[in-house]
């Protein structure tokens, strides 16, 4: 089983629209937990920090679930420039991070 | 803002060639990392540098081989390149390291190398 899961997508929207993605991961002892996004052959960037409480950050909304082992970040009102490669990344069972494989979204005008 | 700093971007290799890839950071960040991103398998650690003077393997050190130069700088060697070892690599740098909270990694633009 892979540290940290994530559904591939692709996910196709329409603009305006809210969207979702989850991810499990298998360490329960992760302690630190992020989202990144990543453009097409770019580099990895930090989109947000996941924390016990759930956080938001303008539309973006991150939730973490320690009983369940998942996070998921929630997207409102999508824009054309949120297309891009959503990664979740957990502290892993060496203490570095570990990336999920990532979620592409595309958003449609 | 330079950030993290990658050479080169794009390079070809011929099987056996060897070559290092340079990564130098201007945060003053104690820790350092190279990954590797292959399609549909995610970014994979190869090395990293938890501060300046230490190395460890990463998942996929197999290969390749590092220096911590020192605080900036960590470079990734390949020894004898490989077709195995095309992909996308990524530098990235961070305050703190493993679980903790700063262990938020800033990552250079990559290099994307090729072994024929």
């Known amino acids: 089983r892979k540290e940290v899961e994530q559904d591939p997508g692709p996910f196709n929207v329409p603009e305006g629209a809210t969207v979702a993605f989850n991810c499990t991961y298998s360490?329960?002892?992760?302690?630190?937990f992020f989202w990144y996004r990543q453009d097409c052959r770019k580099e990895p960037k930090l989109l947000m920090s996941?924390?016990?409480s759930g956080n938001e950050d303008g539309r973006f909304t991150a939730q973490l679930n320690r009983a369940s082992q998942y996070i998921s970040l929630l997207i409102r009102d999508s824009k054309l420039s949120d297309s891009a490669t959503y990664l979740c990344?957990?502290?892993?069972?060496?203490?570095?991070?570990?990336f999920g494989s990532g979620t592409q979204l595309t958003v449609l005008p | 803002n330079a950030g993290v700093t990658q050479t080169p971007k794009f390079q070809v290799l011929k099987t056996g060639q060897s070559m290092t890839l340079q990564c130098a950071q201007d945060?003053?960040?104690?820790?350092m990392y190279w990954y590797r991103q292959d399609p549909g398998m995610g970014l994979r650690l190869i090395y990293y540098s938890a501060s300046e003077g230490t190395t460890d393997k990463g998942e996929v050190p197999n290969g390749y081989n590092v220096s911590r130069l020192n605080k900036r700088e960590f470079s990734l060697r390949l020894e004898s390149a490989a077709p195995s070892q095309t992909s996308v690599y990524f530098c990235a740098s961070s305050e703190g390291y493993g679980g903790s909270a700063k262990n938020i990694q800033y990552f250079g633009a990559g290099t994307r190398l090729s072994v024929l």
């Open positions: 360490n329960s002892a992760s302690q630190s």
């Open positions: 996941v924390y016990s």
């Open positions: 945060m003053n960040h104690n820790s």
């Open positions: 990344v957990v502290s892993g069972s060496a203490r570095q991070l570990t």
